[in-house]
T-cell receptor, first 114, second 114 residues
């Protein structure tokens, strides 16, 4: 069965430091890939998405993600983290032959130290 | 433009009681989804709809029913609530099958079953 794995449940980084959140998926074909962010008590907001083309995609709030087919990964990065980035981050995939339903990873909670 | 609106935002039920969660979207989206979010498990798809009058099962449909009588509304029903249904419920909508356009999420409904 298709699955999405976010290996890190909780990450703490210092403000101004770089960030990388990992995401791996298991499926034979290339899925459509997304990163969402959820602030406490809020719904989910789309950060970025990958459908095809350039494997490095830019999103909102200074985030970017790189699709690596050989590693089945879609890691999220930010060069310099701000305190307001503290939130939970979800990787999600949608498969063309699955009606486009989003399958989510378990989430990574990001804490930012001052 | 309200986007996706969920009502109620909070609810406490006794075991065996029934209730209906309402999701309304004003973006003329064809696709609508109900997810539940539990700690450490990400979001799991309960049911979804690809258009007015249609519904389909997701990953965890047991104990829930849905209806899409109007394009803008997607109702999630619990006929006999159980403590295992304590969760945060999110509704989402998208223009088409979700993989080529952004899915917009509501703010969530926090349900506690005692």
């Amino acid at each position: 069965a298709q699955s999405v794995t976010q290996p890190d449940i909780h990450i703490t980084v210092s403000e101004g430091a770089s960030l990388e959140l990992r995401c791996n998926y298991s499926y034979g074909a290339t899925p459509y890939l997304f990163w969402y962010v959820q602030s406490p008590g809020q719904g989910l907001q789309l950060l970025l998405k990958y459908f095809s083309g350039d494997t490095l995609v830019q999103g909102i709030k200074g985030f970017e993600a790189e699709f690596k087919r050989s590693q089945s990964s879609f890691n999220l990065r930010k060069p310099s983290v701000h305190w307001s980035d503290a939130a939970e981050y979800f990787c999600a995939v949608a498969f063309y032959n699955q009606g486009g339903k989003l399958i989510f990873g378990q989430g990574t909670e990001l804490s930012v130290k001052p | 433009n309200a986007g996706v609106t969920q009502t109620p935002k909070f609810r406490v039920l006794k075991t065996g009681q029934s209730m209906t969660l309402l999701c309304a979207q004003d973006m003329n989206h064809e696709y609508m989804y109900w997810y539940r979010q539990d700690p450490g498990m990400g979001l799991r798809l309960i049911h979804y709809s690809v258009g007015e009058g249609t519904t389909a099962k997701g990953e965890v449909p047991d104990g829930y029913n849905v209806s899409r009588l109007k394009k803008q509304n997607f109702l999630l029903g619990l006929e006999s609530a159980a403590p295992s249904q304590t969760s945060v419920y999110f509704c989402a909508s998208s223009y088409n099958q979700g993989f080529s356009t952004e899915a917009f999420f509501g703010q969530g409904t926090r349900l506690t079953v005692v």
